[in-house]
């Protein structure tokens, strides 16, 4: 069974770098694709992008000037950073692998997340 | 941006009761060469996240309840809770996957 853990800062403040790390753990990292979505308090969830060990990575053109995404296969790992933040950025922040069928696996749907972590930008 | 429009905004059922939830895309997320929707369905209750209920708009996930099921084709769908139980009080989200940005609707919130 797999499981995602998200770490990094609860708080950040505005205009500086948002910096998270998805841990993986119970599952292999070159099968699947891996998604970062966040979830501003009561609204609904937002793709921010997704990577893949062959450094396949496509972002949501709204975030894209300010996004990064990197994937650290031997230490199960895969991170986040999101540059210039503002207020607007404050959400809860969830890693998700993509889901699979029969022998294909996607980037289209999410079988597996993280429990989210709150990230809030202010001073 | 495919647009998601989820309605209505919250559902009262009771128990045991049938649950129909819909969602709308500003346009088809049928792909015609392989004759798949690309929409999903999840499932979030408070403080969690979302779960994945169904996808390709009709598909039932592993270990998904069979009284969850997924309709419809091209922009218009429908989510539907048969015999409603008390562990299915929970915000349901429409996703689809047709066109970069993936994009998930506003939410429906099913209670009592």
């Known amino acids: 069974q797999v499981q995602l853990q998200e770490s990094g800062p609860g708080l950040v403040e505005p205009s500086e770098t948002l910096s998270l790390t998805c841990t993986v753990s119970?599952?292999?990292?070159?099968?699947?694709?891996w998604t970062w979505i966040r979830q501003p308090p009561g609204k609904g969830p937002e793709w921010i992008g997704y990577?893949?060990?062959?450094?396949?990575?496509i972002f949501n053109p709204s975030l894209k000037s300010r996004v990064t995404m990197s994937i650290d296969t031997p230490n199960s790992q895969f991170s986040l950073r999101l540059r210039s933040v503002t207020a607007a950025d404050t959400a809860v922040y969830y890693c998700?692998?993509?889901?699979?069928?029969?022998?294909?696996?996607?980037?289209?749907?999410?079988?597996?997340w993280g429990q989210g972590i709150l990230v809030t930008v202010s001073s | 941006d495919i647009v998601m429009t989820q309605s209505p905004d919250s559902l009262a059922v009771s128990l045991g009761e049938r649950a129909t939830i819909n969602c709308k895309s500003s346009?088809?997320?049928?792909?015609?060469?392989?004759?798949?929707?690309?929409l999903a369905w999840y499932q979030q209750k408070p403080g969690q996240p979302p779960k994945l209920l169904i996808y390709?708009?009709?598909t039932r996930e592993s270990g998904v309840p069979d009284r969850f099921s997924g309709s419809g084709s091209g922009t218009d769908f429908t989510l539907t809770i048969n015999s409603l139980q008390a562990e299915d009080l929970a915000v349901y989200y429409c996703?689809?996957?047709?066109?970069?940005?993936?994009?998930f609707g506003q939410g429906t919130k099913v209670e009592i």
């Open positions: 390709w708009a009709s």
């Open positions: 119970g599952g292999s990292m070159t099968t699947h694709y």
């Open positions: 990577t893949h060990y062959s450094e396949n990575i």
């Open positions: 998700a692998r993509g889901g699979c069928e029969s022998s294909s696996c996607y980037h289209y749907w999410f079988d597996s």
């Open positions: 346009r088809s997320v049928l792909y015609s060469s392989n004759d798949k929707n690309y």
């Open positions: 996703q689809q996957y047709y066109g970069t940005p993936w994009t």
